[in-house]
């Protein structure tokens, strides 16, 4: 299938999203078409023996790769200024593969404190099943990644900003500790999105999204990506995917696709509603803390203006009164909906203590900042005024 001619130039990343991978069937189709099959088949046995020993390129088996998912790739490759991408059933996949792909039994990771609940898991409780210590740290504080390294230090792992107190690292001040260590630096980029900040020009060896947020951006599908240098994705990542089967579904690979598309316009407004967010709420007499990287009182504002191109989709907010305040908050707003998910079309709401950071003890949550009170909100597409009566509505029954 030959590439669009539009797919390879570098273009900007508004135009990379709408163009970039396209590769057209002969029957020249507007939209990016949908390979909804398993397999392939070959004329001739001598060529299915080449493309099964790789002397002949081409799709063998979906769970490999599969045309669809090769647009997804490349198109997140072309937006990421990576050289390799392989796509992934979930964001959880694309964690899991890119870590257990670099280490190996013996192997110590350093991680951030601060991480997603099932990031920390992984980290925490399963690869030391398999043989892989690991040392988690305060991200923000550069000396204690210095500290934590030893000899067999393999991988260090962040997400900037966290989730949910929204806390920027400094990624290259982490890249060059990993890289003095001789370790390899993963980056969840979940927050950021690929607009708003780039880890591999910072100095990370491999960056991983959960497209289930802000690239499907619509609530439909789950799927992950991992993105590196040619040589990473292919020492690290290629066979444990081909082997273990983490594999995107193409019908998932094509509505990815085709939220890329939409992604800048989606994550502006959706930016745009979420800053307005944080000025109308910000000293609101019922709130104990607001937290905004795009805000000048942001804890470390110097590093999101040095490593990011604008705030966030997300906006973390305390309400007082603990759990009960903020449950009474989220069961009085009437349009954002309470889940735990982000990066959606609708703008919604959640309560980390009871859903996402639930497996942390209270001393755990404490430590990251996580009150009970705290509430992470992720700004939809709704007109913004229609957002703000319901957050400012709703604070009123607090
Ligand atoms: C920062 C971060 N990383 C990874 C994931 C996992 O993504 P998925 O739900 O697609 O497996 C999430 C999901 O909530 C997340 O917030």
Same mark, same amino acid.
């Given at each position: 299938m030959p590439a669009s001619k539009n797919a390879s130039k570098s273009y900007r990343p508004e135009t990379r999203l709408v163009h970039a991978g396209t590769l057209r069937s002969d029957f020249q189709e507007t939209s990016e078409a949908l390979f909804l099959t398993q397999g392939y088949v070959y004329d001739t046995a001598e060529q299915c023996e080449a493309r099964f020993s790789g002397k002949l390129p081409g799709y063998v088996y979906s769970r490999y790769s599969n045309p669809t998912l090769t647009m997804f790739e490349q198109r997140m490759a072309a937006l990421e200024g990576a050289e390799a991408a392989r796509a992934t059933a979930t964001g959880m996949a694309a964690v899991t593969t890119a870590l257990m792909g670099l280490v190996r039994a013996g192997d110590h990771v350093v991680a951030a404190k601060a991480l997603f609940g099932s990031c920390r898991w992984v980290i925490e409780e399963w690869l030391p099943r398999f043989g892989v210590e690991s040392t988690l740290v305060? *991200?923000? /504080?550069l000396s204690a990644w210095k500290k934590a390294v030893r000899k067999n230090t393999k991988a260090f792992f962040l997400e900037? #900003?966290?989730?949910?107190?929204l806390e920027v690292i400094d990624i290259a001040g982490v890249a060059d500790i990993a890289h003095n260590a001789g370790a390899e630096l993963v980056v969840d980029n979940v927050f950021a999105t690929p607009l708003y900040q780039s880890p591999l020009k910072l100095g990370a060896d491999c960056v991983v999204y959960s497209? %289930?947020? !802000?690239? /499907? *951006?619509?609530? +439909?599908v789950l799927g992950g990506v991992i993105l590196g240098a040619e040589k990473f994705i292919m020492d690290n990542v290629h066979q444990v995917i081909r082997q273990t089967g983490p594999s995107l579904s193409p019908f998932n690979a094509w509505v990815l696709l085709k939220g890329l598309e939409t992604l800048a316009v989606r994550v502006q407004r959706q930016t745009d509603t979420a800053a307005a967010v944080s000025v109308a709420l910000h000293g609101h007499k019922k709130l104990t803390r607001l937290i905004y #990287? *795009? +805000? #000048?009182?942001? #804890?470390q504002a110097d590093i999101v203006r040095k490593q990011m191109k604008a705030g966030s989709t997300l906006v973390a907010f305390e309400v007082k009164g603990g759990k009960e305040g903020a449950f009474r908050f989220l069961n009085a707003l009437k349009l954002v909906a309470i889940t735990n998910n982000l990066g959606d079309a609708k703008s919604l709401i959640t309560h980390?203590? %009871? %859903? %996402? !950071?639930?497996?942390?003890?209270p001393a755990q949550r404490a430590e990251l900042g996580i009150g009970d009170g705290l509430l992470r909100f992720s700004a939809g597409l709704e007109h913004p005024d229609d957002v703000l009566e319901d957050l400012l509505g709703a604070l009123d029954a607090v």
């Open positions: 305060h *991200g923000a /504080d900037s #900003p966290t989730n949910p107190t497209a %289930t947020k !802000h690239i /499907d *951006g619509q609530g +439909r #990287p *795009g +805000r #000048p009182d942001h #804890p980390p203590t %009871t %859903t %996402t !950071h639930q497996r942390l003890t």
